[in-house]
């Protein structure tokens, strides 16, 4: 099943390489292939085969010059909240931008409610997620492997939908925000450790271009002569 999975993204996003490449000058070749194409091979077929996460960010994938003028824009999205947003880790994938909150900096143990502290961090994210309101946000709520399957989904779904709540409660439109939860079937880190286990209680926001953003991108391609 692993190697099935991790072939049919070989080939989705070779698909995106193609149309990449196609009809596009010498010059600007290389530059679409490294931060389009080749940062998503890199990151996602290297971890394709145990990772059912980045099915958003790979949808979400346009390729070719657009591809190029979202990825640009995420860039700069993604230095900000790097330099905003405390207790965080931000990951530039694709067309996307992954955001990763340990669980223990948003939730006490076994919880689901935010902390107060939990709610500074999400405010300094929640101001530039707000500057850039062409976008959607998918929430993925983890847990370790401690627990049954069936308590540890339900935790995951309701820390993320706490989340979620949270950022609506900020003003982030609701048609922006989705959710979901993988209990702990999506590990990122090692359970065989208590600092794996503990990395792996975590939430994870995915953004990636509506699509108006899509849309401004591919005028802006076309206006520069380039597809």
């Known amino acids: 099943m692993k190697r099935i999975k991790l072939m049919t993204y070989t080939v989705a996003l070779t ?3 193609i149309s990449s490449c196609h009809n596009t000058k010498k010059s600007t070749k290389g530059a679409i292939i490294g931060g389009t194409g080749g940062a998503i091979l890199g990151r996602i077929i290297g971890n394709a085969a145990g990772n059912k996460t980045m099915g958003t960010i790979i949808g979400a994938a346009v390729g070719g ?5 979202i990825g640009n824009k995420m860039d700069k999205q993604a230095e900000e909240i790097s330099k905003e947003v405390p207790n965080v880790k ?4 694709g067309e996307g931008i992954v955001v ?3 669980s223990k900096i948003l939730f006490g143990f076994d919880k689901s409610d935010l902390t ?3 709610k500074k961090n999400l405010d300094d994210l929640v101001t530039i997620l707000n500057k850039y309101p062409d976008t959607n946000i998918e929430i993925q709520g983890h847990t370790d492997n401690k627990g049954t399957e069936e308590y540890n989904q339900g935790l995951s779904e309701r820390r993320a939908s706490a989340v979620a709540g949270y950022l609506s409660a900020k003003n982030i439109a609701n048609s922006r925000i989705s959710t979901k939860g993988y209990g702990k079937t999506a590990p990122k880190y090692s359970n065989a450790t208590e600092e794996g286990q ?3 209680r975590r939430v994870e ?21 380039k597809k």
């Not at 010059?65 to 003028?69: A, D, E, F, S, Y």
């Not at 990636?208 to 401004?216: F, L, S």
């Open 100 to 102: 990763e909150f340990n």
């Open 90 to 93: 931000v990951e530039r994938v």
């Open 65 to 69: 010059t657009v591809g190029t003028i």
């Open 116 to 118: 107060a502290d939990a």
């Open 15 to 17: 698909g995106i390489m």
């Open 198 to 200: 503990a990395q792996n």
């Open 205 to 225: 926001f995915l953004i990636t271009a509506n699509e108006k953003m899509k849309a401004e991108a591919a005028k802006e391609a076309e206006k520069s002569g």
